[in-house]
């Protein structure tokens, strides 16, 4: 695997894209604002192309980053094109005051996601409790995801570590809700405090 798509070109798309192309990874953007989309890829650099919104990605690994408000219809959107790829949904369904999630155990966005997906799509949730900064930091970092089946989560761990990351695997699709709580705990320590330069992390 040399190449990850990013379906996104907002500032958590840069992120990943950023921190992926200096571990050597070649970055397609995709997004419907082809203006912005190029503005990404600028901003990550020479690693980086645009691809066509909708079209079959490039990457094995593709990352969804989008409002949670737009991303079923976006994974609608693209429907077969995205069969046999590991989607990463990085998501978080906040309520209005972000001191909340607007989905349910046992229909978490990961779960909502994975049913409009075509057969074959591994659903993964990850990177949805990593502020930006911390990610584009390119220091060690701890990472929860859980989704998809295990071999799946062993690709996608896999591709972590050669990020300079540590991949922690909470289970299958039915943990995905608690990672969307665990959103909104990190966003509550950042700000009551803690900053948004924090990680959570297991020792």
Do not use: C
Not at 13 to 42: C, P
Not at 88 to 107: L, Q
Not at 111 to 128: L, M, S, W
Not at 155 to 168: K, T, Y
């Amino acid at each position: 695997m040399s190449t990850i798509t990013i379906i996104g070109s907002g500032n958590m798309a840069t992120a990943i894209g950023t921190r992926a192309a200096k571990h050597g990874y070649a970055i397609e953007i995709m997004s419907r604002d082809t203006v912005k989309a190029q503005a990404a890829a600028d901003q990550i650099g020479d690693r980086a192309t645009v691809g066509t919104f909708g079209a079959k990605p490039a990457g094995e690994i593709v990352f969804l980053a989008v409002l949670y408000a737009g991303a079923v219809e976006v994974v609608e959107h693209y429907g077969d094109a995205l069969a046999g790829k590991i989607l990463v949904d990085i998501t978080n369904p906040f309520n209005a005051d972000a001191n909340g999630v607007v989905t349910a155990s046992g229909n978490s966005a990961t779960q909502q996601i994975a049913a409009a997906a075509p057969e074959g799509t591994h659903v993964v949730k990850a990177f949805n409790t990593i502020f930006r900064g911390v990610l584009a930091a390119d220091e060690p970092l701890d990472v929860f995801f859980a989704g998809g089946n295990a071999e799946a989560r062993a690709r996608f761990a896999a591709f972590l570590e050669s990020l300079g990351m540590r991949p922690l695997d909470a289970g299958g699709l039915e943990t995905t809700h608690a990672l969307e709580w665990a959103g909104i705990l990190i966003m509550g320590l950042a700000r009551n405090g803690g900053g948004f330069d924090i990680a959570l992390g297991v020792k």
